[in-house]
């Protein structure tokens, strides 16, 4: 059974940082890629960053470039998402993903989610 699971979020001032952590298991890696998503309210979920090519490559959504850092830890089975100079723009649940083979394919396997709320 795959499984992928947050944590790392919580309440942060404008400004401040954060890192979110997503561990996974029962996944073959040589398959999957991981991406980072959020969904504030009534918003359509977006994709934030992803990492791909045996954790080389790193993608990123032009709102978060420059102030968010994906990274990896294949030991642990775990990525992180470093969140610096946050905004209240950024308040979101931010969920990890598996995603087939590369970032442009859609997710297939999800983790519960974790609320990442900054204040002015």
């Known amino acids: 059974e795959v499984q992928l699971v947050e944590s790392g979020g919580g309440f942060v001032q404008a400004g401040g940082s954060l890192r979110l952590s997503c561990t996974a298991s029962?996944?073959?890696?040589?398959?999957?890629?991981i991406g980072w998503f959020r969904q504030a309210p009534g918003k359509e979920r977006e994709g934030v960053s992803c990492i791909a090519d045996n954790n080389v490559t790193t993608y990123y959504a032009d709102s978060v470039k420059g102030r968010f850092t994906m990274s990896a830890d294949i030991a642990k089975n775990t990525v992180y998402l470093e969140m610096n100079n946050v905004n209240p723009g950024d308040t979101a649940v931010y969920s990890c993903?598996?995603?087939?083979?590369?970032?442009?394919?859609?997710?297939?396997?999800w983790g519960q989610g974790t609320q990442v709320t900054v204040s002015s």
């Open positions: 993903a598996a995603l087939y083979i590369d970032c442009g394919f859609e997710a297939e396997y």
């Open positions: 029962g996944l073959n890696f040589d398959d999957y890629v």
